[in-house]
C-alpha cells in the first residue's frame, strides 16, 4: 500500500490485492443490497395505486413484491457481513502485522519518531482510518447504482417533480465536500491530542519508581488531566463537526419531502400524477438524500485518510511504498 500518498486508488488497489476474490465477492454482495431498495419505492407505488383502483388482486401482488425485497435484503445482509467481516479482520491484521514487522526486522536503525503511546495510536486508529475509507469503496458501486436507478425510476414518472427533489440533495453533498478540509484539521488535532495522552502515560509507566521516590504524582495526574481535558475538547470538535453535517443532510431530505408533497398535491389534483407515483417518491426522498451526500462523505473520509496515511508514513520512517502490503 502507498502509505506516502494515501491516495484513494493507491488505498484501494492495496485492499484488492491479498484477497482479490473476497474483496470482489463484497463488492458484489453489497451492491445488490444498496441496489434492492429500489424495489421497495416501485412495490409501494404498486400498492397504493392498486388500492386507489380497488384491486386486491394488485394490492396482494405488491405486497407479494415487497416482502420478497425484504426476504432477499436480509439474506443479502447476513451473507455480506459473514464476508466482510473476514475481509475487515484480515486487511487490519495484515497491514499491523506488516507495520510492527518492518518496524522489528528491517534494516537499520528503527527507532520510532515519537512516543511509544503514539505509535500505539497509530496502530489502532489510523490503521482502522484507512479499512473504513476501503469499506466506503465497497459500498460504492451499490450506492451508484441505487441513485441511477432510481432518479431513471422517478424521471420516467415526472422530471420536473424529480429535479425538484435533486436540487436540495446536490446542496447537502456539495456542503459535506465544502467542509472536507475543516474536517481534516480537526481529525489531525484530535490524533495529535491522542497521541499527547498515550505517549505521556507511556512515560510515566516506565518511571514509576523515580516519580514515587520524588513524590510528585500529583503533578503528574494534574499534567493527565489538562492533557485528557485538550483531548476531549478535540474529541468534541470531530464529533460537532460530523453530527452538524448528519443534521444537515436529514433535515435536506426533509425539506426535498416538504417539496414533494406540495408540487405532488397540485400534479395529483389535475391528474399527472398517481397517488402510487407520489408515494414512491416518498420512499426514494430519504434514500437518495443519504446516498448523495455519501458522495460529499467520501471527500471527507478522504481527508481523514491522508491525515491517518501520513502517520503511518511518518512511523514506518523508509519503508518501500509496497514494504506494509
Known amino acids: 500500500m502507498s502509505a506516502r500518498q494515501a491516495s484513494p486508488l493507491g488505498v484501494v488497489r492495496a485492499a484488492t490485492r491479498p484477497w482479490p476474490g473476497l474483496f470482489w465477492l ?3 454482495l453489497w451492491t445488490l443490497f444498496h441496489v434492492l431498495p429500489v424495489f421497495y419505492g416501485i412495490a409501494v407505488g404498486w400498492v397504493f395505486d392498486a388500492l386507489a383502483a380497488g384491486d386486491p388482486n ?3 401482488e405488491g405486497i407479494f413484491l415487497f416482502g420478497a425485497v425484504v426476504l432477499a435484503r436480509v439474506g443479502t445482509f447476513e451473507l455480506g457481513v459473514w ?9 487490519r491484521v495484515l497491514l499491523q502485522r506488516n507495520l510492527l514487522a518492518w518496524l522489528l526486522t528491517a534494516d537499520g536503525s528503527r527507532v520510532p519518531p515519537s512516543a511509544t503511546g503514539a505509535a500505539v495510536s497509530t496502530f489502532r486508529e489510523d490503521v482502522d482510518e484507512l479499512v473504513e475509507y476501503v469499506e466506503n469503496w ?13 432518479l431513471g425510476v422517478l424521471v420516467s414518472i415526472d422530471p420536473l417533480l424529480t429535479g425538484v427533489v435533486i436540487v436540495p440533495m446536490v446542496l447537502a453533498a456539495v456542503l459535506n465536500r465544502m467542509m472536507s478540509d475543516t474536517i481534516r484539521d480537526r481529525r489531525t488535532h484530535l490524533r495529535l491530542a491522542t497521541e499527547s495522552v498515550t505517549g505521556y502515560l507511556g512515560d510515566v509507566f516506565r518511571a514509576i519508581m523515580p516519580v514515587k521516590a520524588a513524590g510528585v504524582e500529583h503533578r503528574l495526574l494534574s499534567h493527565l488531566e489538562d492533557l485528557n481535558e485538550t483531548r476531549n475538547d478535540a474529541a468534541l470538535r470531530d464529533t460537532a463537526i ?8 436529514q433535515n435536506m431530505a426533509n425539506i426535498a419531502t416538504g417539496l414533494v408533497l406540495i408540487v405532488g398535491a397540485g400534479s395529483h389534483r389535475e391528474g399527472a400524477l398517481s397517488v402510487g407515483a407520489l408515494a414512491t417518491f416518498v420512499v426514494y426522498i430519504p434514500r437518495l438524500t443519504n446516498y448523495l451526500a455519501w458522495a460529499g462523505e467520501i471527500g471527507a473520509q478522504r481527508a481523514r ?13 523508509d519503508a518501500a511504498d509496497e514494504g506494509l502490503l
Open 26 to 28: 463484497n463488492v458484489l
Open 58 to 60: 394488485a394490492v396482494q
Open 83 to 91: 464476508r466482510y467481516s473476514l475481509f475487515w479482520h484480515r486487511w
Open 138 to 150: 465497497i459500498d460504492g458501486g451499490g450506492l451508484v447504482a441505487f441513485v441511477l436507478v432510481a
Open 242 to 249: 460530523t453530527e452538524i453535517l448528519r443534521s444537515v443532510v
Open 305 to 317: 485518510t491522508d491525515v491517518a496515511g501520513g502517520r503511518l508514513r511518518r512511523l514506518s520512517v
